[in-house]
């Protein structure tokens, strides 16, 4: 079998990006290396979409279930993961699959990575419980005084992103901005990669799926299953686990902060603007395939187009910078 050249699959959340996978398995020996920020986590199953048992044995999947809740994760950590698993499914002479839509980590692979502060837990802390008491629009107001770049592309919500950017200004004294200005190093690794992307010519399609899939996973007890994680006296909602959409709005109706309709309300908006940002970087790539996900054929179209690409001279595909 001649070398295998690295594909990515991608596309917003509930794109159907598992369904692509099934039926690119069908055709070759892929090994799917997973690029999602959520379904790393053990006990979280279903609020992940995570693929079930009987598909993980079919499929060989990498990069699931490898952190307690409890742990963080980084861009870092997962470029060097994955391309140990890239050399390991190569050996093989299996074509390795990255699939997923968390868009940090395809940075981190193909584009290189800043050399921001790392995470400082007890900073976090402080602005954590600034936020209980005053609200992040409060520390968003505070993010535009310090660094207005930063700010202006971030809702006033967006907590996650807002503590991030005001962590590194107090470890640092620099705005994130400025940071971001600078160019990132060159990824070392010198691979080629070629980008299939899932995506929809009507987001209000996407919408309307986003939400179904969401009831459907209240249905198969991703309630219980946040619950089972808010009893553990470890977790809470500082850490990037309990923040994925689906498990921190819920987890807000196990507070008792909100009712449990506008926790499904919350979270069913949240991962809607989610989907948003995974489109916005997606059309940043202007070398990706992209194939219309709303299509019945979606699937084959996907597969079509790695036999074109398997069937061509080699030396095409997105390059790492």
């Not at 093989?92 to 699939?99: A, G, K, S």
């Not at 409060?138 to 996650?160: G, I, K």
């Not at 705005?175 to 980008?195: C, D, I, K, R, V």
């Not at 709303?294 to 079509?304: N, R, S, Y």
Request: glycine residues 6%.
């Amino acid at each position: 079998m001649k070398r295998a050249p690295i594909f990515c699959l991608t596309g917003p959340t509930a794109s159907g990006k598992s369904a692509a996978c099934a039926a690119l398995a069908s055709r070759w020996p892929i090994e799917i290396i997973n690029v999602d920020s959520a379904s790393i986590y053990r006990g979280m199953d279903i609020g992940t979409a995570k693929p079930d048992a009987a598909e993980r044995a079919r499929i060989p999947h990498h990069l699931l279930d490898i952190l307690d809740p409890a742990e963080s994760y980084s861009a870092a950590r997962f470029r060097d993961d994955a391309l140990a698993h890239i050399t390991a499914i190569r050996h093989r002479e299996h074509i390795p699959v990255l699939c997923g839509g968390t868009m940090l980590y395809y940075r981190a692979l193909l584009r290189g990575l800043h050399d921001l502060p790392p995470a400082q837990t007890a900073i976090r802390e402080q602005l954590d419980q600034q936020a209980a008491q005053q609200g992040w629009p409060a520390l968003h107001a505070e993010l535009a005084r310090v660094d207005p770049m930063t700010a202006a592309r971030l809702a006033p919500h967006d907590s996650q992103r807002i503590q991030r950017a005001l962590e590194i200004y107090r470890v640092s004294g620099r705005p994130m901005s400025s940071w971001l200005a600078q160019e990132p190093p060159e990824p070392a690794h010198g691979l080629n990669f070629y980008m299939l992307s899932l995506e929809p010519t009507d987001r209000s399609w996407l919408h309307h799926r986003i939400a179904q899939r969401f009831h459907a996973m209240l249905e198969a007890g991703l309630e219980a299953e946040v619950e089972a994680l808010h009893q553990r006296p470890d977790l809470h909602t500082g850490l990037p686990s309990i923040r994925c959409v689906g498990y921190r709005q819920l987890w807000m109706f196990l507070d008792g902060e909100i009712s449990r309709d506008q926790a499904i309300d919350r979270a069913v908006a949240a991962t809607r603007q989610l989907a948003k940002r995974q489109l916005t970087w997606l059309r940043s790539m202007p070398d990706r395939h992209v194939v219309d996900c709303q299509a019945e054929h979606a699937p084959g179209a996907i597969v079509d187009a790695m036999a074109t690409f398997l069937s061509a001279p080699s030396g095409q595909g997105i390059s790492a910078r």
